[in-house]
């Protein structure tokens, strides 16, 4: 090849030849290199268009398929949100208003013993005095007889009579007052009661008034996913790529606090499990530490869902209530244990580390700081008692993420096939005209045999018309071949 | 069920990569490291300096390493040159106390080491990778306190190549004799003989003399 280049460098007529040559062979297979580009181009941009509509299609389809995972999960998220206040609202229903009978009962007691004291409270009219008669009798002597000492002495008598009497109805009256006031006083802690217990009553039933306002706001909900669905979807993916959003910000913080807990056990744990061995590059002892965390992350999930909070594992949500309080208290007790273990390889850890400093200082001489420190260790073993537990809640963003994380992979997924599909319908149509700009290429190469050929049949135009358009027999038979 | 259903096939890679990762060729992590210390002549001042050494490399140590200081004297093809040998503990806090034994017994040799009249590094070189080699170990290194020059008594003989495929072998703190000083050619010459014994047997060759660089004692 580089023999050859030279000696077209030598030799110049040699390559101008093959030029001409060149062009020469390009003009006579003009017509077939036209087709052939022709179909090459329009075939890939063909290939590329049937490829931009099955993405179009696919894009379609997983759209479909995406809209209808997402509101079948909003319809779940919503019914699992109603199931929630019903149960909520039973669970108030049973605590709170279970004990109304007993309540009302207690009112009616209330209310009994008030009416009774309020009826012996009521004021006693004092009898009529018993010598009212004889100051009758006294009134009706004749005047003239009021003046004898006789009179005098009766009227002096009933005088008498009658101040004791009025003493003795005063006292008798004053104690009966005293008696209706301590009755009404002790009326008063009823009273309370009465008004406390109707105040419960009423705040049960604000409460009450509070959670059907929340179901039906749960229910306009439903009904508008179940109705509008285009709205709902809207509202849906926004929502969907919140939750993922913090989801996985909360994940990514979990997995820090995962990372800080590994950090804890894992020097302490080479003590218990072999540190000098190895498994794909990683201590054994490391790993160890490692499945002990995401032990006691299984264990929060599990708790979690025995809790109901999530719904990872519908099997575990549908044990028996029995069933399932125990599982709380079992995993409960595990997960006690593991953050107490985590809580002693803490404190192992500062023991090791302060025999390590020691070490260091008697092989280098250096005076170091041997003494555990108390506030450390105390911090130390705090973390390893609380992060474990703390780790249990990942379940809930887990979930998030999960759920949320199959509509924002199939919305990044639509994106993805909708510009595929809009690059292949661009590299379509530049490919067509791709095809067009390539013959008009292949015609500048050979433009002067064209400009030759479009000379020659303008004359020949010319002398047909100037011969009355009549055709000769080589002239005939070339326009039928071409034809 | 949707959530079952693209977990299950998750786990199971995951499980297969595990598998696979166990499956494939273990690799050893156990480190070895054979420390060799010249005791002829006045080289025994320097000892000092080793003990020093030796302590930086035993608070490097991890678990499951092999470490050993041996003598080099007029015979050192010998296990009984070896001054104290330990492989240390999985546990940190045994291998703490090994750590402290093996340091109180180099002390004691420190003090109590006579020089000897001959030098015979290729001998200790020799027994190094015997028992490196016996060890169950992946990185393997040979450190040489010496100044290099090898004396053998009449009859010892040394001529043979050794096997160091693997193996680093660092000569540190080759201090320079008097006759170097006369002729610096005698130490370039010694060097150069090293060196190309030890790559011939595959080994990688370094010297260092100035320990307080950082990598200078990297294993």
Known sequence: MTDFFARLSEDPWLGFLIVIGTVIALYMGRSSAHGAIETFFRLLSSALRLGARSTAMAEKRLKERNREVLIALGKEHAEREINREFFRINKFVERDLGGYPKLQRSIQEQVTTINEDYERSGEVPPPSPEWVAAVDAVAKLHLNEKGSSLTEKILEDIHQAAEEQHREVLVSYRQGMAE????????????????????????????????????????????????????????????????????????????????FNFHLIAYPM?????????????????????????IEITMGIFLLELLHVTKLFPIIGSMDDRMRVRGIWVVGGILLAMASMESGLAFMRDYLA????????????????AEVNWITLAVNMGMGFFLPLAL??????????????????????????????????ILSVSLRHAGRLTIHLYDLVIMLPLWVETTLKSRQQVGKAANGGVLDDSEYFANEASK | MMIKGKVAPMLALGLAMLLAACSGEQVNYKRGVYLLLDTSGTYTEELNKAQQIINFLLANLEAGDTFVVARIDSGSFSEKDIVAKVVLDSRPSAANRQKREFAAAIDQFVVSVQSSAYTDISGGLLQAVEYLNEADVGQKSIFIFSDMKEELPEGYVRDFSLALDGYQVKALNVTKLRSDNVNPQEYLARMTDWQTTIEQGGGRWAVVNDLDRPEALAF
């Open chain 1, 180 to 259: 209706r006031h301590s009755i009404l006083k002790k009326m008063a802690p009823f009273w309370r009661k009465l008004s406390n217990s109707v105040d419960q009553i009423g705040t049960h039933l604000q409460e009450l008034k509070k959670r059907a306002q929340q179901i039906d706001l749960q229910m306009e909900r439903y009904e508008e996913i179940c109705n509008r669905p285009d709205k709902a979807e809207r509202m849906l993916k926004a929502s969907a790529l919140t939750q993922f959003t913090i989801a996985l910000i909360v994940v990514a913080i979990a997995i820090a606090g995962a990372y």
């Open chain 1, 270 to 294: 080479s003590e218990m499990v072999d540190g000098s061995n190895r498994i794909g590059g990683a201590r054994v002892s490391d790993i160890a530490a490692m499945v002990l965390i995401f």
């Open chain 1, 354 to 369: 302060v025999q390590d400093r020691a070490l260091q200082a008697s092989l280098t001489g250096v005076e170091v700081g």
């Open chain 1, 392 to 425: 249990t809640v990942v379940a809930i963003p887990l979930e998030y993420l999960l759920h949320t994380g199959r509509t924002v992979m199939g919305m990044l997924t639509e994106l993805l096939l909708r510009l595929l599909a809009l690059t292949m319908r």
